[in-house]
C-alpha cells in the first residue's frame, strides 16, 4: 500500500489541478458522517475474523474497537460472491434481490449462450456470459446509494473493487463512478470521465506487475503455518509468501497488494473527487478481492492467508490514516460476501474427519446416466450448469418424462453418501421465507432465501458439511458456496470516530447492514421494505419505530 499510495498521490500532486475545498468543522457525534465508507472483503469468514482478530493491529484493528459483530451471516444457501454483495447494501437476501448466484440459466435468453452472469444484461446482442455488458439489469430491488441520490442528488455514489460484481452490487444503478480490476488495470462500464487517479494508480500498479517481487518475510505467527500440503496432481501449498514472476498478473490478483492497489486508488478517488467534503452524504464502497483469490489459490489455513489478512490489516491502517489526515468525517462498516473453508487435505490433519472432495460420481452427467438407466429416457437429462446448489433439468425433458427425470434424480442425489439433501423447486417455492434468528433455520429456509421463482433451478442438491465441491484441483483448491456455517458466517463491523468499543455476540445478517446506515445518515426506509432491520445504538443511530 505504503509504495502504491506514494506513486499515485505524486502523480496526482504533480498535476497541479485539484482544487480541494477547506475542511469541514469537527463533527458533531449525532450528526450524519459526511462519508459513508462499505468495504466487503471477499470470503473474509467470521472464523478468520476469530482466529486473526489478536493479531490485529492496523485498520481491522480500529474497526474492531467500534460495534464488533462476529455472528453476522449472509444468511442465505448459496454463498457466492454476487449474492453476498447484493445483500450489504439492499437491506434484502438474494430471494429478494434476485441474484441468487454468481450465475444462473436463463432459457428464454436471445442468444444461444442460456447461461447469464449476475451482472450482464443478456439482451445486448453480440454477448455471451462470458463476454458480457456488465448491468445492474438483474438486481430487483434498490441500493443504499439509490435512496440517498433519490434524497439528494448532491450525494455522490463511488465505488472501486477488485471484482466488478462487488462494485456494481453494492452501487446498483446510481454509481457516479464504478471501478474494477480487469487485465487492463482499473475500468469502468459507466461513460463517466476518467479521473486523473485512475491513471496513476493503473500506472503504478501496471509498474509493480512488470517487477518480480521478492517474497514477503512472514512474521512468527505466520511462519508457524508454513507447511506445505500435498493436494493430488497440483503444487502443495501452505508455505508460500508471494514471491512472483515479472508480468504474472494472475499471482499478483492473489496476494496483498491487489488490495492495496484498490485501496490506493480508493483514496485518491476520495481526495480528487472531494468525497466527504460535500453538501451531502457520499457514499464510497470498496471491494477488496485478494482475500478471495487467496484462498482459492492456497486455501485458508496456510502462510499465504496469514500474511494476507496481516498486510490487509496494515494497509486498511493505511487508508484510514490517510482518510484521518485529510480531515474527513467519514464511518466505515467492514462485513463479507461470505466465508470459506480451508483444503480438506489440511484441515484433516487438523482433525476435520470428515473432510473430503467431491465424489466425481457427483457430476450432472454422472447423476444423468444413472437416471436414463433407471427410466430409459434418453438424451441429456441434467444441463451443465453447476455441480452443486440450482441444478437444471435439460430441455428436452417435458410433462410425464420431466417429472420422471426430476424424482430418479432427486433419488440418485440423497443416496449419494456425501449428499446432505436435494431438494425439487416446488418443495423449495412451497417452504415460507424464513426470518429470524439466521443460526435457527433450517437448511431449507436457507435454501429459501436463496430462491427466486424465475431463474432458481428445477433442484437444489446441498453437500454434506466439510465437502469440497472442488473434485479434481486443478485450479481452484478451496473454495465456498455451501449453507454451512463456515461459508454463511461472517464479521460485520461498525466503525465512526468516538463511538463506544462494543463486542457484540448476537447473531444478524448482513441485510441489517442497509437499515441501520440508512438511519445513521437520516435517509428513510420504509417499515418492512427490506428483509434487514436497523440496529439500535450503532454509533449512536437511533432506529426508526418498526
Ligand atoms: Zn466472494
Same mark, same amino acid.
Given at each position: 500500500?505504503?509504495?502504491?499510495?506514494?506513486?499515485?498521490?505524486?502523480?496526482?500532486?504533480?498535476?497541479?489541478?485539484? *482544487?480541494?475545498? +477547506?475542511?469541514?468543522?469537527?463533527?458533531? +457525534?449525532? *450528526?450524519? @458522517?459526511?462519508?459513508?465508507?462499505?468495504?466487503?472483503?471477499?470470503?473474509?469468514?467470521?472464523?478468520?475474523?476469530?482466529?486473526?482478530?489478536?493479531?490485529?493491529?492496523?485498520?481491522?484493528?480500529?474497526?474492531?474497537?467500534?460495534?464488533?459483530?462476529?455472528?453476522?451471516?449472509?444468511?442465505?444457501?448459496?454463498?457466492?460472491?454476487?449474492?453476498?454483495?447484493?445483500?450489504?447494501?439492499?437491506?434484502?437476501?438474494?430471494?429478494?434481490?434476485?441474484?441468487?448466484?454468481?450465475?444462473?440459466?436463463?432459457?428464454?435468453?436471445?442468444?444461444?449462450?442460456?447461461?447469464?452472469?449476475?451482472?450482464?444484461?443478456?439482451?445486448?446482442?453480440?454477448?455471451?456470459?462470458?463476454?458480457?455488458?456488465?448491468?445492474?439489469?438483474?438486481?430487483?430491488?434498490?441500493?443504499?446509494?439509490?435512496?440517498?441520490?433519490?434524497?439528494?442528488?448532491?450525494?455522490?455514489?463511488?465505488?472501486?473493487?477488485?471484482?466488478?460484481?462487488?462494485?456494481?452490487?453494492?452501487?446498483?444503478?446510481?454509481?457516479?463512478?464504478?471501478?474494477?480490476?480487469?487485465?487492463?488495470?482499473?475500468?469502468?462500464?459507466?461513460?463517466?470521465?476518467?479521473?486523473?487517479?485512475?491513471?496513476?494508480?493503473?500506472?503504478?500498479?501496471?509498474?509493480?506487475?512488470?517487477? @518480480?517481487?521478492?517474497? /514477503?518475510?512472514?512474521?512468527?505467527?505466520?511462519?508457524?503455518? *508454513?507447511?506445505?500440503?500435498?493436494? @493430488?496432481?497440483?503444487?502443495?501449498?501452505?508455505?508460500?509468501?508471494?514471491?512472483?514472476?515479472?508480468?504474472?498478473?494472475?499471482?499478483?490478483?492473489?496476494?496483498?497488494?491487489?488490495?492495496?492497489?484498490?485501496?490506493?486508488?480508493?483514496?485518491?478517488?476520495?481526495?480528487?473527487?472531494?468525497?466527504? =467534503?460535500?453538501?451531502?452524504?457520499?457514499?464510497?464502497?470498496?471491494?477488496?478481492?485478494?482475500?478471495?483469490?487467496?484462498?482459492?489459490?492456497?486455501?485458508?489455513? #496456510?502462510?499465504?492467508?496469514?500474511?494476507?489478512?496481516?498486510?490487509?490489516?496494515?494497509?486498511?491502517?493505511?487508508?484510514?490514516?490517510?482518510?484521518? #489526515?485529510?480531515?474527513?468525517?467519514?464511518?466505515?462498516?467492514?462485513?463479507?460476501?461470505?466465508?470459506?473453508?480451508?483444503?480438506? !487435505?489440511?484441515? =484433516?490433519?487438523?482433525?476435520?474427519?470428515?473432510?473430503?472432495?467431491?465424489?466425481?460420481?457427483?457430476?450432472?452427467?454422472?447423476?444423468?446416466?444413472?437416471?436414463?438407466?433407471?427410466?430409459?429416457?434418453?438424451?441429456?437429462?441434467?444441463?451443465?450448469?453447476?455441480?452443486?446448489?440450482?441444478?437444471?433439468?435439460?430441455?428436452?425433458?417435458?410433462?410425464?418424462?420431466?417429472? =420422471?427425470?426430476?424424482?430418479?434424480?432427486?433419488?440418485?442425489?440423497?443416496?449419494?453418501?456425501?449428499?446432505?439433501?436435494?431438494?425439487?423447486?416446488?418443495?423449495?417455492?412451497?417452504?415460507?421465507?424464513?426470518? #429470524?434468528? +439466521?443460526?435457527?433455520?433450517?437448511?431449507?429456509? =436457507?435454501?429459501?432465501?436463496?430462491?427466486?421463482?424465475?431463474?432458481?433451478?428445477?433442484?437444489?442438491?446441498?453437500?454434506?458439511?466439510?465437502?469440497?465441491?472442488?473434485?479434481?484441483?486443478?485450479?481452484?483448491?478451496?473454495?465456498?458456496?455451501?449453507?454451512?456455517?463456515?461459508?454463511?458466517?461472517?464479521?460485520?463491523?461498525?466503525?465512526?470516530?468516538?463511538?463506544?468499543?462494543?463486542?457484540? !455476540?448476537?447473531?444478524?445478517?448482513?441485510?441489517?447492514?442497509?437499515?441501520?446506515?440508512?438511519?445513521?445518515?437520516?435517509?428513510?426506509?420504509?417499515?418492512?421494505?427490506?428483509?434487514?432491520?436497523? /440496529?439500535?445504538?450503532?454509533?449512536?443511530?437511533?432506529?426508526?419505530?418498526?
Amino acid at each position: 500500500m505504503r509504495n502504491l499510495i506514494v506513486a499515485a498521490a505524486a502523480a496526482l500532486l504533480a498535476s497541479q489541478s485539484l *482544487a480541494i475545498p +477547506p475542511l469541514p468543522p469537527p463533527p458533531s +457525534p449525532a *450528526a450524519p @458522517p459526511k462519508l459513508l465508507i462499505v468495504v466487503s472483503v471477499d470470503q473474509f469468514s467470521a472464523d478468520l475474523w476469530d482466529e486473526y482478530r489478536p493479531q490485529f493491529t492496523g485498520g481491522l484493528a480500529r474497526l474492531a474497537s467500534g460495534a464488533a459483530f462476529h455472528n453476522g451471516y449472509q444468511s442465505h444457501a448459496t454463498t457466492e460472491t454476487c449474492p453476498g454483495h447484493s445483500t450489504i447494501l439492499t437491506g434484502d437476501r438474494p430471494a429478494r434481490t434476485g441474484i441468487i448466484s454468481n450465475g444462473w440459466a436463463n432459457w428464454n435468453a436471445p442468444r444461444a449462450d442460456k447461461l447469464v452472469y449476475c451482472g450482464e444484461d443478456e439482451s445486448v446482442p453480440g454477448t455471451d456470459s462470458d463476454h458480457y455488458k456488465l448491468s445492474p439489469a438483474h438486481l430487483r430491488v434498490p441500493t443504499l446509494g439509490d435512496l440517498m441520490k433519490q434524497r439528494s442528488a448532491a450525494s455522490r455514489v463511488v465505488a472501486v473493487a477488485g471484482k466488478d460484481r462487488s462494485a456494481l452490487m453494492m452501487t446498483g444503478r446510481s454509481a457516479n463512478q464504478r471501478w474494477y480490476w480487469s487485465d487492463k488495470g482499473f475500468v469502468s462500464d459507466l461513460a463517466a470521465t476518467s479521473p486523473k487517479s485512475v491513471a496513476a494508480v493503473n500506472s503504478a500498479v501496471a509498474r509493480i506487475i512488470a517487477a @518480480p517481487t521478492p517474497a /514477503l518475510a512472514p512474521p512468527d505467527f505466520c511462519a508457524g503455518k *508454513a507447511q506445505p500440503i500435498a493436494i @493430488p496432481d497440483h503444487a502443495p501449498v501452505g508455505a508460500g509468501a508471494f514471491a512472483r514472476a515479472a508480468g504474472d498478473a494472475k499471482a499478483f490478483r492473489a496476494s496483498p497488494q491487489a488490495d492495496a492497489s484498490v485501496l490506493a486508488l480508493s483514496a485518491a478517488l476520495v481526495r480528487e473527487l472531494g468525497l466527504g =467534503r460535500g453538501a451531502s452524504t457520499d457514499l464510497l464502497t470498496v471491494g477488496l478481492s485478494a482475500t478471495d483469490y487467496v484462498g482459492h489459490t492456497y486455501g485458508t489455513g #496456510g502462510q499465504e492467508m496469514c500474511l494476507q489478512l496481516l498486510e490487509l490489516d496494515r494497509d486498511l491502517g493505511d487508508f484510514f490514516a490517510r482518510l484521518d #489526515g485529510w480531515g474527513i468525517d467519514y464511518a466505515v462498516a467492514l462485513t463479507a460476501d461470505h466465508g470459506g473453508l480451508d483444503i480438506p !487435505e489440511r484441515a =484433516r490433519l487438523h482433525g476435520v474427519a470428515d473432510a473430503a472432495r467431491i465424489d466425481p460420481a457427483l457430476t450432472p452427467r454422472t447423476i444423468g446416466d444413472v437416471v436414463t438407466k433407471e427410466t430409459g429416457l434418453q438424451g441429456p437429462i441434467l444441463a451443465d450448469v453447476g455441480v452443486t446448489g440450482d441444478l437444471y433439468l435439460d430441455r428436452h425433458l417435458q410433462g410425464r418424462d420431466r417429472d =420422471r427425470a426430476l424424482a430418479a434424480a432427486i433419488a440418485a442425489y440423497k443416496r449419494h453418501p456425501q449428499v446432505f439433501a436435494a431438494y425439487s423447486k416446488d418443495e423449495i417455492a412451497r417452504t415460507p421465507l424464513p426470518a #429470524g434468528d +439466521p443460526t435457527r433455520w433450517s437448511v431449507i429456509e =436457507r435454501v429459501r432465501a436463496s430462491f427466486d421463482p424465475e431463474r432458481s433451478g428445477d433442484l437444489y442438491v446441498v453437500l454434506k458439511p466439510n465437502i469440497t465441491p472442488i473434485g479434481h484441483a486443478t485450479g481452484s483448491v478451496a473454495t465456498h458456496g455451501s449453507p454451512w456455517n463456515y461459508d454463511r458466517r461472517v464479521p460485520i463491523l461498525f466503525w465512526r470516530p468516538h463511538m463506544p468499543a462494543a463486542a457484540r !455476540e448476537e447473531a444478524i445478517e448482513t441485510a441489517d447492514i442497509m437499515p441501520t446506515l440508512a438511519a445513521m445518515i437520516g435517509v428513510p426506509v420504509a417499515a418492512g421494505s427490506v428483509d434487514g432491520h436497523c /440496529l439500535e445504538g450503532i454509533a449512536g443511530v437511533a432506529c426508526p419505530p418498526r
